[in-house]
């Protein structure tokens, strides 16, 4: 997660040079050097160097081909050469992939028109777990903000100089989108998965400004920024909250001293009912698996480990063989290799199925 916001810092500041009034001869430089950083860092924002292209007056063509060129060498060369373990995520040859483009096209507006309203619905019913701190943190921010709308006169005046300002910031958005054509991400706003929507989440925010001060909506304005403010809270407590589970449930796995001698994968399952776990997942263990992603403390699934690959902290914090794989479901309902470690976490009672 940090990876994204720093490559958030990065293009914001390749941003502000672009945009600063005073100009310096440098700036171009500098905006370029920025964005190379927020690339390397994290590749999300890698489509909006044409958003950045449409700010430059000149030297468009040195701007693009020197950021390209200098970040081809350092994939291509210097990463492989410098570390040992690196991975691409890029994959531009998907982009002519049709089928797959149309399910990103499906998942981008379920994210935009429904998994973002049942977040924020999630995150305002999580308040009634707030600590005191929460609850304090609250009013001071939200008193904050709203002291100083209220001190200042929002009005669209200063869109009358740059009318197609709107066009960008909705060129911009739509370009965000695109990173998910040319990588193997898909847009999600869930768990580890929202890091990839650190330019929707920006340019999001400055097309939700440019309307709130374009009409001088005021209090509109008020009531989403309490939102965020809350949902940020939430989200805040969810992640620990989440840590909370997972360490419950390695530290209870740790107690069964479970060994790759046995078995090398164990699956966790949350079975409810006495449900014969030897057999492959009915729908109702399917519906179980996840039953605490359902509950009201989480936002928008933020389990601290997800998938195996994300286990390796946890099983080196509790002195779990670190071979075993460790899931929290079957990745395709089904066993992938017998024998394998059942963990029932509802329970706490572990099988051996061979």
């Not at 739509?174 to 650190?198: A, D």
């Amino acid at each position: 997660m940090l990876n994204s916001a720093l490559a958030t810092i990065f293009y914001c500041s390749s941003l502000i040079f672009l945009l600063k009034e005073q100009k310096h001869k440098y700036d171009v430089i500098y905006s370029a050097l920025f964005f190379l950083l927020s690339i390397l860092s994290y590749e999300i924002f890698l489509p909006l160097i044409l958003s950045n292209l449409f700010l430059i007056k000149k030297r468009k063509i040195s701007y693009l081909a020197g950021i390209i060129i200098t970040y081809l060498i350092y994939k291509k060369i210097i990463e492989p050469s410098l570390f040992e373990n690196y991975y691409h995520r890029e994959q531009v040859n998907i982009l002519l992939n049709i089928k797959r483009d149309f399910k990103i096209l499906l998942k981008s507006i379920k994210v935009i028109i429904y998994d973002l309203s049942i977040s924020v619905i999630r995150a305002i019913k999580a308040i009634r777990y707030y600590s005191f701190q929460d609850f304090i943190s609250l009013i001071l921010i939200s008193t904050s903000f709203l002291y100083f709308i209220s001190r200042n006169k929002i009005e669209g005046k200063p869109f009358e100089k740059t009318p197609n300002l709107i066009h960008f910031l909705i060129s911009s958005l739509i370009l965000s989108f695109t990173i998910f054509l040319v990588s193997n991400y898909e847009p999600s706003i869930k768990g580890f998965s929202s890091r990839t929507m650190g330019g929707i989440r920006l340019y999001f925010s400055f097309f939700l400004m440019y309307i709130f001060i374009k009409y001088r909506l005021k209090t509109l304005f008020s009531i989403t920024i309490i939102i965020f403010i809350i949902n940020s809270i939430s989200v805040k407590n969810a992640w620990q909250y989440s840590s909370e589970i997972n360490n419950e449930i390695f530290k209870k796995i740790s107690l069964k001293k479970i060994t790759t001698k046995k078995a090398p994968y164990l699956y966790i399952v949350f079975n409810k009912e006495n449900i014969n776990l030897k057999k492959e997942f009915s729908d109702k263990q399917k519906e179980d698996r996840n039953y605490f992603f359902r509950r009201d403390q989480f936002v928008a699934e933020e389990p601290l480990f997800y998938a195996p690959w994300e286990s390796d902290y946890l099983k080196h914090k509790f002195n779990i063989e670190k071979k075993i794989n460790i899931e929290y479901y079957f990745y395709n309902d089904k066993v992938k290799t017998k024998p394998y470690y059942l963990f029932d976490f509802h329970r706490n009672n572990l099988l051996l199925i061979k």
